[in-house]
Nanobody
Framework: VQLVESGGGLVQAGGSLRLSCAASGFTFADYHIGWFRQAPGKEREVVSSVSSRDGRTEYPDSVKGRFTISIENAKNIVYLQMNSLKLEDTAVYYC????????????????????WGQGTQVTVSS
């Protein structure tokens, strides 16, 4: 099982980026997927998640209305569209997956996920 993120980079405040997470070894349709981020000196936090059971998406207030998670099942890729980026969005972004069969809820904490990508850096400048 492998997850590989891409799409990070340097962007000015107010700009947009789209992150991608490609999976091999499992199918996104069977897994709950989360996007997390970790800024220097801070804990890893969830910024978006999607349920494998009903496609329900969740976002914390800090990104709600600006970030959108989506899945392209044919390519087995999960995207995170990030708009209206702010300085405080600067972090390393990770995608993570956990088998949805045993959970009827989408996990919100890092320890609940089994598979992780290597991360991609997002830097928002003023």
């Amino acid at each position: 099982v492998q997850l590989v993120e891409s799409g990070g980079g340097l962007v000015q405040a107010g700009g947009s980026l789209r992150l991608s997470c490609a999976a091999s070894g499992f199918t996104f349709a069977d897994y709950h997927i989360g996007w997390f981020r970790q800024a220097p000196g801070k804990e890893r936090e969830v910024v978006s998640s999607v349920s494998s059971r009903d496609g329900r998406t969740e976002y914390p207030d800090s990104v709600k209305g600006r970030f959108t998670i989506s899945i392209e099942n044919a390519k087995n890729i999960v995207y995170l569209q990030m708009n209206s980026l702010k300085l405080e969005d600067t972090a390393v972004y990770y995608c993570a997956g956990v088998d949805g069969y045993y959970r009827d809820y989408v996990p919100a904490y890092p320890y609940e996920y089994d598979y992780w990508g290597q991360g991609t850096q997002v830097t928002v400048s003023s």
